[in-house]
């Protein structure tokens, strides 16, 4: 599959759409966008590419990720995916908003589809498996595509570092065991793609990000 990556306003998001490019099929990854223009961006890339969204997936539902998932929904007649721990964030994203001093009305939202680890979402020909990696929030997800040889990892892992742990249902210890116990064990050659920031590697990441060092010399909170 293919993927490419918009980066949006809020927050600096990365919103990712994988693609199969044969079948002409889609799925739009933590959609990030806040006003017309980034709306506009992500529709023309899918109407000049020929791709039907078949699925809007979330690897969280922290305001940043979502503020767009109502627009994607009723623009491209797609539902939502994400896991059931997080439902509660989409419900709260006007609240979640008040506390970042987004002054816009922010329509809640809800998963159309549960998903679980080892679940396997089908984009076309290609395939996304579901890890489950909770701490930055309690449902959140990576997506794995094997045969591309990526993993999407939302705010769970980041180049030279983790996502924080101080919003409502972070977990600092939770976080960096899930790290090691689902993201580290990929090839090393593989492609982390990240909700902020630039791409990197999980080999880089486990030889030098200094949270995930046997013996940090520092905690999350």
Do not use: C, W
Not at 63 to 89: Q, V, Y
Not at 138 to 157: K, M, N, Q
Not at 175 to 197: A, F, K, M
């Amino acid at each position: 599959m293919n993927i490419a990556k918009f980066e949006f306003s809020l927050f600096g998001i990365n919103t990712y759409v994988v693609y199969d490019p044969k079948e002409k099929k889609a799925a739009i990854i933590d959609p990030g966008m806040i006003n017309r223009e980034e709306e506009e961006a992500l529709t023309r890339f899918l109407e000049r590419n020929s791709l039907e969204v078949t699925q809007i997936i979330n690897t969280h539902l922290h305001i940043d990720h979502a503020i767009g998932a109502a627009f994607a929904k009723k623009r491209f007649n797609a539902p939502l995916f994400g896991h059931k721990e997080d439902a509660f964030l989409g419900e709260r994203l006007q609240q979640q908003a008040i506390a970042f001093g987004i002054n816009t009305d922010v329509e809640g939202i809800s998963i159309d589809t549960y998903l679980e680890p080892g679940d396997k979402i089908k984009v076309g020909s290609g395939e996304l498996e579901v890890l489950h990696v909770p701490g930055h929030s309690p449902g959140s997800i990576a997506l794995y595509d094997r045969e591309g040889g990526f993993v999407i990892t939302g705010d769970a892992l980041f180049e030279g570092s983790v996502g924080r742990t101080d919003l409502p249902g972070g977990n600092g210890t939770q976080l960096i065991q899930s790290i090691r116990e689902n993201l580290l064990p990929l090839p090393d050659s593989t492609v982390v793609y990240p909700g902020h920031g630039p791409a990197t590697t999980i080999g880089r990441e486990r030889a030098a990000n200094p949270f995930l060092a046997p013996n940090p010399h520092f905690r999350l909170k």
